[in-house]
């Protein structure tokens, strides 16, 4: 198997908040039209403006980055109790 897992962790070689697994072609498109969208937005925008656009986007992210945090969390727990009871159980 290799290097163990929690040493690939410890030295960064698993990275799960940089996995992007949608590559869609529908999920591109959205990820266009929305930065289309922001950056028709802010050319519109006062410099008042634009620095509001660009700390509520900033509070989106931190908010998405959590949510995402919290469901590998979730995920890895789940995932540990599958194990666990796998391991423990009895045929």
Known sequence: ????????????????WEN????????QELRDLIDKGIHSLSDMLSDEGRSMLERLLENRSELADLAAC?????????????????FYSSK
Do not use: C, H, W
Request: charged share 25%; aromatic share 12%.
């Open 20 to 27: 992007n697994n949608d590559q869609s072609p529908r999920s």
């Open 1 to 16: 198997m290799g290097q163990d897992i929690l040493e690939r962790l410890y030295y960064g070689k698993i990275v799960p």
């Open 70 to 86: 919290g469901a590998f969390k979730d995920g890895f727990r789940l995932g540990a109790q599958f194990a666990m009871d796998t």
